[in-house]
């Protein structure tokens, strides 16, 4: 709820709109650009809940914005990940379909995130990512060094890794699937906080704020091209 505050002090008019529980929403103007924002809380079973919501009061595009955790030598703490698609072990997408379908960003989005980025020059890459709905094991770490310890999690990382993923968060893959099955555009644009290759964390360093920053562009930009398309096909 607290990357609210951040997404809306970068626009104009604030409007703050309803707090219940995990979700708390608010709209306003970037750039001359009306968008609203809304959390989520932590993984997809309540993002579910939000994005049926949201679709039934005609919520198109979305962009999640959030934090990850880097398996990639390709990417840094501070750098952002734009991922194209990602490996489901949510659980919420199961309910929905079956495991070989897949889960994949709208590549609009994707680009306009791409875009955006170029656009306020920040470091970002594209990827492929794992979703697990787990911090610790299903992250691959322990919960206790003598303790539970399956041995599946003893490989996954470097199963991941050899797979040439990316990053891990817990939300993007169920995100996907259930905006997708929804009809809408999703994508993820996710801040690097820590670097799993070496076991490294950083400080936050305006990432957060930055990653806000570029979804909003990221919106104005698809608005932008919404329009052109609309104007084209009159």
């Not at 880097?70 to 501070?78: E, K, L, M, Y």
């Amino acid at each position: 709820p607290e990357r609210v505050n951040i997404i809306s002090s970068l626009w104009e008019q604030a409007v703050p709109l309803a707090y219940n529980r995990e979700f708390r929403s608010a709209k306003g103007f970037y750039k001359d650009t009306e968008m609203a924002c809304v959390s989520t809380g932590i993984g997809t079973t309540s993002a579910e809940i939000c994005i049926h919501e949201l679709n039934n009061i005609g919520v198109h595009t979305a962009i999640r914005i959030g934090t990850t955790g880097c398996i990639s030598p390709r990417f840094q703490t501070g750098d952002f990940i734009i991922p194209v698609a990602a490996i489901r072990a949510d659980g919420t997408s199961d309910c929905y379909i079956q495991k070989s379908f897949p889960a994949v960003a709208n590549i609009d989005v994707v680009n306009a995130l791409g875009e955006a980025c170029e656009r306020l020059g920040f470091h970002y890459g594209y990827g492929i990512m794992y979703s697990p709905s787990s911090l610790y094991i299903g992250q691959g770490r322990k919960i206790k060094e003598q303790g539970y310890w399956p041995s599946q999690a003893e490989h996954l990382l470097q199963d991941l890794i050899q797979a040439k993923v990316t990053n891990i968060d817990t939300d993007s893959a169920g995100q996907f699937i259930v905006g997708y099955l929804h009809d809408m555009r999703m994508g993820s644009i996710l801040s690097v906080l820590t670097d799993r290759l070496h076991d490294t964390w950083a400080p936050d360093n305006q990432g957060e704020r930055h990653a806000c920053q570029a979804a909003c562009e990221a919106v104005r930009i698809l608005m932008e091209r919404d329009k052109t398309i609309s104007k084209l096909r009159r």
